[in-house]
């Protein structure tokens, strides 16, 4: 894409308020133009066909087809960036999460309730070029190359450390990638905190989706959850977290506060209290996502003594958050997808000062 190139947008949304609003929201932005809307699935169709967009914004709940099964079958004859806007409530977070795992790269809640107009004008845009930016998959070789391996494949090489800590953040996705590490980690992996950006109701479903299929025990983390092993702690949407020491132990503080690189929940926040609070007891590891959060943070790891894991760009959706930092030296070792958590379970025992870093290390 060049600089001259707009990012083209199709909006595909039953209600009129929401196609005006979505259409208005995006329309400050110098590098993004609406080119259409569409009432429902059919009329998307042709087009998309008639239009050729670059991006298509989604809603979940529309007449005559849902939005999850079009994006279902645009992923088999179209694939294209989709982001999905889908309402908070509960059974609507888990079917947007749904969409995520169909291909969808983002996900934001509908505007109105907990999500303003003006939380909108700054989120959706955000989203439109992360979808722009992102590698699509497609269908045919998406199931092989995103298909977690049986966890079992993965052993920890020696008894872990029982304060160490595993911190992981990621972003656009992200929820696949997350997904991917935790279900190849064994279930008696010391404590993992993550920082995935994903909007307030979606972290819950997001949580239960991986407590259902990971090894460890997955659940939103709640202000004061202890840090322990076989568990993993999932930042709620539209709140940082944080690790503090607590006695001879780690627990979380989950807590409102400004955005930081646009985000709330920050990969960036998380990792810095790691960095403090842990040093040469954490792992941290940065995913596929958009922007810079997380890079300066998983900086500070490293120079506390932690071991520092980035995704390489080839297996990232988007290679921002992975690249930046990666730029400034916060990675020891930069690894495809597939590999990471068997670099989690090797480094948990062993040398974590990194005083060497490669921007290619194998990991059998």
């Known amino acids: 894409m060049t600089q001259t190139h707009k990012i083209r947008v199709l909006i595909v949304d039953d209600s009129a308020i929401v196609r005006k609003l979505l259409t208005e929201a995006l329309s400050a932005e110098t590098d993004i133009e609406v080119v259409g809307t569409a009432p429902d699935p059919y009329i998307a169709r042709d087009k998309i066909l008639a239009l050729s967009p670059d991006v298509l914004t989604l809603d979940i709940e529309m007449p005559r087809m849902d939005g999850l099964t079009f994006l279902k079958k645009l992923m088999v004859f179209r694939p294209m960036p989709v982001v999905v806007i889908s309402s908070l409530a509960q059974a609507s977070c888990a079917i947007g999460l749904e969409a995520l795992h169909a291909g969808a790269v983002e996900v934001i809640g509908k505007p109105g309730g907990p999500y303003s107009v003006g939380e909108l004008k700054v989120t959706l845009p955000q989203k439109i070029r992360a979808a722009a930016a992102s590698r699509i ?45 935790l279900m190849n980690l064994p279930a008696d992996t010391p404590g993992i905190v993550v920082t995935q950006h994903i909007p307030a109701g979606f972290s819950r479903a997001f949580a239960e989706r991986m407590n259902k299929s990971c ?150």
């Open 137 to 181: 998959v497609p269908v045919a070789s998406r199931a092989h190359s995103t298909q977690p391996q049986p966890a079992a494949r993965t052993t920890l090489h020696a008894p872990a450390n029982p304060l160490a800590v595993i911190a992981i953040g990621a972003s656009t996705g992200g929820t696949q990638a997350i997904e991917t590490v």
């Open 215 to 364: 090894p460890m025990r997955v659940a939103e983390a709640v202000d004061g959850d202890p840090v322990q092993s076989g568990v993993a702690l999932i930042a709620p949407g539209n709140f940082h977290m944080v690790l503090r020491k607590h006695g001879g132990a780690f627990r979380v503080t989950v807590k409102d506060g400004p955005m930081v690189c646009y985000q709330r929940p920050s990969v960036d926040v998380l990792f810095a209290s790691v960095a403090e609070a842990a040093g040469p007891l954490a792992i941290g590891v940065i995913l596929t996502g958009m922007g810079s959060d997380g890079a300066q943070g998983l900086k500070k790891m490293r120079s506390a003594g932690a071991h520092t894991i980035a995704q390489d760009e080839a297996s990232s959706v988007v290679f921002g958050m992975p690249k930046m930092a990666i730029d400034l030296g916060a990675a020891c070792q930069v690894l495809p997808l597939s590999s990471i958590a068997a670099a989690i379970c090797a480094a948990l025992p062993g040398d974590k000062s990194c005083a060497h870093p490669s921007k290619s290390i194998a990991v059998s």
